[in-house]
């Protein structure tokens, strides 16, 4: 795959863009639920953990694990996304 679904793309960007407009103390309280959908992500593709790196680069790796899901084929993705997004504060 060469690109994400269009659907995936734009929410992963709404994602981005709200984490980007979260203060630091507000990222890191939001960092757990983030973490999760990482780790869970991960988990359906690769099987391996992710190391915590901090907030700073949560998002990066939300971005690589989003492209390896949707690259095997994880259901329901938008969806997840979504949920991830309305849950930050």
């Known amino acids: 795959m060469h690109r ?9 960007e709404r994602v981005v863009r709200r984490w980007r407009e979260l203060p630091a103390d507000r990222a890191l309280a939001a960092s757990p639920a983030v973490r999760d959908v990482v780790q869970d992500l991960a988990d359906a593709t690769a099987g391996q953990p992710v190391p915590d790196l901090g907030p700073g680069v949560l998002i990066d790796q939300l971005r690589v694990l989003v492209w390896d ?20 504060p």
């Open 4 to 12: 994400l679904p269009d659907d995936v793309s734009r929410e992963l």
């Open 69 to 88: 899901a949707a690259s095997a084929g994880v259901p329901e993705l938008t969806e997840r996304l979504a949920d991830l997004r309305r849950s930050l």
